[in-house]
């Protein structure tokens, strides 16, 4: 019998799902899966044909971090050349246009939640868990945590989730932004789904810009990034805007607004 991926992707264009596969492990990831989970997303990001990507962990977990058993046994001249190397990614994924949704299926802990925040959208089943234990495994964040969770839940909640390495469910998770939907888990699948495409079914290519805007201005408030924004809205109305589309998609803009 073949050895059972690690990690499956289903394309089913325009969406594709990607599943941590180790349920056994609770979808922990070792440094070899990593590699391959950025790979695979960077292959995607350059198919035409896959406008938005699903991210989720098989069994009753998202992803519980690194596994600590690959990691302390790692060699020490492995360790060393690898941390000699220049960083792919940024957070745990490399820098891609494609927009990922982070399925949130159970519990998502430290390398597990640096990894949902690295997605742009996070919807989470109601027996969803988050954690940050770095402190109490004694390591520092390197995925991208104490950038992306105080942009989410802000700085205060970021350094009490990371400081005590506390524990909290879903519906705290969405009352503080860390999560931006909660269902049932049973739609979770559906719910991401249904997000999908209703993204898919805009422009490529407004779709990247805007994440792109996004990605650069999330954090900040100052004249310069308005000016920024607008200057990249200038020259995409410019170019690229497409008054056909608008025209055809007023009327229905419209009548949607206003309930019918």
């Known amino acids: 019998m073949p050895d059972t991926p690690e990690l499956v992707v289903v394309v089913a264009p325009p969406v594709t799902t990607i599943t941590i596969n180790r349920p056994e492990k609770r979808n922990a990831l070792t440094l070899g899966l990593w590699a391959e989970l950025g790979a695979a997303?960077?292959?995607?990001?350059?198919?035409?044909?896959?406008?938005?990507?699903?991210?989720?962990?098989?069994?009753?977990a998202f992803c519980a971090g690194f596994d600590l058993s690959d990691l302390s046994t790692e060699d020490?001249?492995?360790?060393?050349?690898?941390?000699?190397?220049?960083?792919?990614?940024?957070g745990m994924l490399p820098p891609h246009d494609t927009p990922v949704i982070a399925a949130v299926n159970g519990p998502a802990i430290t390398g597990g939640l640096e990894l949902a925040l690295s997605c742009d959208i996070v919807v989470a089943s109601a027996a969803a868990r988050f954690a940050d234990t770095h402190?109490?495994?004694?390591?520092?964040?390197?995925?991208?945590?104490t950038i992306t969770l105080p942009r989410r839940i802000g700085p205060g909640r970021a350094r009490l989730l990371s400081l005590t390495g506390d524990i909290i469910d879903?519906?705290?998770?969405?009352?503080?932004?860390?999560?931006?939907?909660?269902?049932?888990?049973?739609?979770?699948l559906e719910r991401c789904?249904?997000?999908?495409?209703?993204?898919?079914?805009?422009?490529?290519?407004?779709?990247?810009?805007?994440?792109?805007?996004?990605?650069?201005?999330?954090?900040?408030?100052?004249?310069?990034?308005?000016?920024?924004?607008?200057?990249?809205?200038?020259?995409?109305?410019?170019?690229?805007?497409d008054r056909r589309r608008l025209a055809?998609?007023?009327?229905a803009i419209i009548d949607e607004g206003a309930g019918r």
Do not use: C
């Not at 879903?170 to 979770?188: F, I, K, S």
């Open 248 to 251: 055809k998609e007023r009327t």
């Open 135 to 145: 402190a109490k495994v004694g390591a520092v964040p390197g995925g991208g945590l």
């Open 170 to 188: 879903a519906d705290t998770a969405l009352a503080w932004g860390l999560a931006d939907e909660v269902v049932d888990p049973d739609n979770l």
């Open 41 to 60: 997303v960077e292959e995607l990001d350059h198919d035409a044909d896959v406008a938005v990507i699903i991210l989720t962990g098989a069994g009753d």
């Open 76 to 90: 020490d001249a492995s360790r060393a050349r690898r941390m000699s190397q220049q960083a792919r990614h940024v």
């Open 193 to 241: 789904g249904e997000i999908a495409t209703s993204i898919a079914a805009k422009p490529p290519g407004v779709v990247a810009a805007i994440r792109q805007l996004y990605a650069r201005n999330a954090d900040r408030s100052d004249e310069t990034a308005f000016a920024e924004e607008q200057a990249t809205s200038r020259a995409w109305m410019a170019e690229q805007f």
